[in-house]
């Protein structure tokens, strides 16, 4: 079991990493779209880091099970539920999520953006709990040391 403020440091740069990674993904996206790259290319790129994102949120609820952050675990078990759903709906002969063959045969690219667009939303809210709760586990207590009368003592 972590110190709170640690827990809550690890929630935040997993959140931050997370957050980056789906920019990414916005970009390669919108550089399909545009035509920039491939949809080979832009797949391929995409379906590497699929399995990194789920695990990382994986053990980013493992960590708050363990620790016994109950509301935090409640807002992020349905994000990794629909995760590893996303994952197991996949055909066996598919490529991956993102397929060469289906983005633009089934439209799915619109679906893709949509889908990376509201799974940003829901890390930029994500990440901005966890800042409060990370600065709310630092602040806990007393950390000015107010002793009797006007004097304030400070340990530093």
């Known amino acids: 079991m972590l110190p709170e403020p640690a827990t809550f440091a690890i929630t935040l740069v997993t959140y931050g990493a997370i957050l980056l990674l789906l920019i990414y993904y916005v970009l390669n996206l919108a550089d399909l779209e545009c035509d920039y790259i491939n949809a080979q290319e832009c797949c391929g790129r995409l379906n590497f880091w699929v399995i990194p994102k789920f695990g990382s949120h994986l053990i980013l609820c493992v960590l708050l099970l363990v620790d ?48 990376t667009m509201i799974y940003l939303g829901y890390y930029f809210v994500m990440f901005f709990i966890a ?9 806990k207590g007393d950390p000015i040391k107010r002793h009797e009368g006007d004097e304030i003592v400070t340990d530093f």
């Open 68 to 115: 016994g952050h109950w509301l935090m675990l409640l807002f992020n078990v349905p994000m990794v539920t629909f995760l590893g759903y996303e994952l197991h709906k996949q055909p066996r002969d598919s490529l991956g999520v993102y397929d060469p063959v289906d983005i633009y045969s089934r439209g799915l690219l619109k679906v893709h953006l949509r889908n």
């Open 131 to 139: 800042l409060y709760y990370m600065m709310a586990s630092l602040l």
